[in-house]
C-alpha cells in the first residue's frame, strides 16, 4: 500500500510543485532546475494568472452560494422523481454546454462571466438537489409543520430549528458545488469563448503554449482551496477507520 | 481578439508590448481570447445561427481555409482596409500578401505578418538533412521515430508542399480547386505517407496535436526534426531556450509554402471601429519592426520596404539577433505559393479518414 | 400548489437536458446548417462508420479498467494495517482533471519524468516494448490519471459503508466464529462492500466514459474517447461534421440514459 502513497504524494504531488517553482526542465535532467528563478528575476503570480484567480474565486462563490440556497429549498420539494435530477450530473459538462451554447447566444450571455455562472449552475443545481434531499426527513418536516402551528414565525423556525441542524449539510454542499465551478473547464471553454479565463482554461491553455511552469504554477493555485476544504471535511468525508487487524 | 495562443512569445509581444500600448495610446482595453481556426469559424456560425446580435470577437486572427469558410458564411467585414492610415505601407501587390490561399483578400481582411514553412534538424545528429522526399524516405528508415509532422496547421502545409511536389511543378496546384487533380495527386501523397509512416515517432500511430508539442519533443532530441510555419522561429526558440544551438532551419529543394497571417472583423463585431485602430496600429512600421525581431517574435513584415522612410528602411534592412533562419529574399530559397483552400481542408479530412482510419 | 412549486424546483435540472438533446437531434439531421441542408446522410455517416463503434467500444474500455482498478486498489487500501496516511490517499481530490491531465503528461510523455528516469537505465527497450506512455493508442495514461482520480473517491465511500454495515463487527463476529482474518474479508466483507457499492461503482464508470479533459491532453488521435471525438467534430473539424458531431452526442446520451436506468434498478 505504500507504494500508493508513494506515487501519490512524492512523485505526482511533488513534482507539481517542483514544477511550479522552477524554470526550466532540460533533458535529460531528471529533476527540473532554476528554483525560484528565471534570468535573475521569478515572479510566481503575473497579471494574467491573478486575474484568473479573482474570476475563479468570484466565479465558484457565487456558484456556491446560489446552488445552495436554492437547491435547499428546492430540495424540499422533491418527489420520487428525484433520480432523474441525476441526468444532467451524468452528462459531460463540456457535452450539455456545447448543446445549449445556441440558447446561451440567443439569450446574449454566451462569452460573458454570466453565462459561465448559469451554464454552471445547470451542472451543479442538480448535485445540490440530490444531495440536500436526504436533509428533508419526515420527522423534520413535522418538526416544521408543529413549530409554525405552535405560532413560530418562518424566521424563528429557520434559524432555531432548520439552521442548526442543517448547517453541516449546507457546509459540505457549498463546499462541493463550489468546487464544481473550481475544478469546472468545459463550460468554461464553451460558453466562455476563450474569453472568461478560469484557472482551468488557464492550464490547458499554458499546456498549449508549453509552458509546464506556469502550468504548475496554476495547477497549484486550483489546488489550494480544495486542499483547505479536504482538511475542515475530512472527518464528513470518511467513515471510522482502522479495523482489527490481521 | 481572438488568436491561437500557442506561442509564449506571441503571447508576450501581444500582452506586454501591444495591448499597454493600446491602452496609453488610444485608450483601447484589447483582450485576448485563445481560439483559432475551427474553433473561431464555429463560434461565429453558431452566433449567425442563432441571430446573435453581436459577434464574441472583435478581431480574429485567421487565414487560409479559416477565410475561406468565413466568407462562405459571408462573416467578415469588407471594404475595411483601404480606410487604415499604415494601409499604404503594406505590400498588397506582393502575391504571397495580397493573394491568401488563393483568394484575393478584397478588403475582407487585412495582411499582418508574412512567413515561410521551414524544417529545423539537430546538427548534433544530422549533417545533412533531406532535402527531397526520397532522402527523407532513407532518412526515416535509418533513423526511425526521429521525425513526424503534427495534426494541425504545420503539419498540413508540409503535407500541402509534398502535394505540389507530386505535381511536378511550383504552379501544379494553381488555380481553382481541382477536385480530379487533387485524387490523382493525393492518392500519390498517401502512398507515400503509408511508405514513411512504419519509421515515424510513434510508428505513426499517433501524431502530434501541435508544431508546439513537436518542438518539446524536439527540445528532449526525442524528435530530431521539427517544423515551422515560420522561417525565423528557429532563433525565436533558441532565444526562448527551447532549442539548443544545434539547431539549424532550412528549405528543402522542392521548397516550402510561404504566406500571410491575417487579422479579419467579423461582420457583427460590436466594436469595429475599434477593431480597425488595434489592426491600423499592428500594421504600423514601429509594431511590425518590433515583432520582426527574433528576440521577440520573428515574424516577416507586410510592408513595401521601399514605400518606408529611409530611416525607417534601414532598420527593416538591419533587424539584428537572426542566427539559423534562412533568407526567405535569397533567389535558391524555392518558395511555393499556397494552393486553393479546399486543398488543405480535404487533406485534413483524408489524413484523419486514410491514415488515423477516423471517420 | 406544491406540485407547481415543484414543477418549478425541477425545471432548471430538466430542462436544459431535454432542449440539448432536442437541439442536438435536429442539429444531426443538418437543420439550421447554413451551409448545408437537412439530410439523413450525416446520420448513415455516425452509424455506419467504424471509427463511432470504435470510439464507444475505447470510452467503454477506459471506464471500465479504470473504475476495476480504482475499486479494487481501493479496497486494498481499506483492509491493510491502519496508518495515518488518510490525509495522503484524499490528496489527489485537490486536483483538477486538467490538472491531472497536465501532471501525468509530464510524468508519462516521451520526455517525462519516467523517461527520464528510464533514460539513466540502459535495455530498458526490451521491457517495455508495448508503448505504455501518453497518447499511446491502448490508454494507459488515460487509464492511470482517471484511476489516481478516483481511488480517493473510492475509498472515502468505502471507508462510509464500512462504518455503516458495521464491517469491523461482521469481521470480529466471524472470526470468532473460526474464521481467519482473510476469509472474513473475502467472504464476508468485500461482498458486502461490493453489494453496496453498485451504484456508485456505475456512477463513477459513467464519469470515467465522460470524461473530457484527461484523454483531450492524455489520448491518440484513433482511437479517441467518444466526449473528445464529439467536441472535435463540433468545433475542430470543418463545418461539414458538425451534424455528424450532434448525432454523436444522442447516440452517447442514449449509452448514458440506458446506464442510468441499470442505476435507477439498483436503487429501487
Redesign the interface.
Known sequence: MRWIILFNFVIVIGLLILLAISSEWPYPNLMPGGYFSKNGSFQFFNLVLLKSIYQSLLLSLTLALLTTSIGFVASRYASNHTRLALLPFLIAPIILMATLRHFFITIGVNNTWGGVLLGQFFLAYPFAFIFLHPFWTQKLQDALITSQELGATFMYTFTKIIGPLARPALTLCFFQTFLISWFDYGTAIIIGAGQVKTLTVLVYQYVQEANIYLAARASLIIGIPAFVLLLINKHYILGKIPFYGS | MAMWGGDPMINQYMNDFIIPHLKDHFNIQLDIAYAQGNTIVSQIMAEKVAKSLYNSYDLVWINGETFYQLRQLDALMGNWTSKLPNARYVDFDNPYIGIDFNQPIEEYECPWGSVQFTLIYNNKYIENPPLTRAELLQFVKKYPGKFTFDMGFTGLTLLKSWLIDFSGSPNGLKGPYNPDLYQKLSKQLWDFVFEIQPYLWKKGLTFPESVSAMHQLFSSEELWITMSNNHTEVDNKFYQGVFSQSARAYVPEYGSIRNAHYLGIPIKASNPVGAMIVTNFLISPKAQFQKADPLVWGDGTVLKISSLPDSLQSKFDNIPHFISSPDINDPTVKALSEPAPEYMIKLAEDFRKVILKQE | M?KY??AL??L???L??V???A??LFKSFGF????GHTSYSHWS?ILF????YRSIAYSVYIATFSTSISFA?AL???????AR???????????????VA??????L???G?FA??L??VPDTSIIFSV?LTA???HGFAIILALT?MT?PVFY?F???????EQ??HQ??LSRELGAS??QSIWKIAIPTLIQKSKFFIL?YF??AL????IPL?LG?????MI?VF??DK??????TT?PE??GL?II??FL??L??RW??QI?K
Open positions: 406544491n412549486i415543484r424546483f425541477f432548471p435540472i430538466i436544459p437536458f432542449t440539448g438533446l437541439y442536438s439550421w446548417d447554413p451551409i455517416k462508420s467504424p471509427t463511432t486498489l486494498t487500501l481499506l483492509f491493510h494495517k491502519p496516511v488518510n490525509l495522503l490517499v484524499l490528496l489527489p481530490l485537490i486536483l483538477s482533471p486538467v490538472s497536465f501532471i501525468f503528461l509530464q510524468l510523455s516521451g520526455n519524468f527520464r528516469l533514460a539513466k508503448d497518447q499511446s493508442p489516481f481511488i472515502a468505502l471507508t462510509k459503508i464500512a462504518e455503516e464491517i469491523n469481521i470480529q482474518y482473510w456512477l459513467v464519469f465522460s470524461s473530457y479533459e491532453l491518440s488521435q484513433n482511437p479517441k466526449t464529439i467536441i463540433i468545433q475542430k473539424f470543418d463545418l458538425i458531431g450532434f452526442v452517447y446520451s448514458i440514459i446506464i442510468s442505476m435507477f436503487v
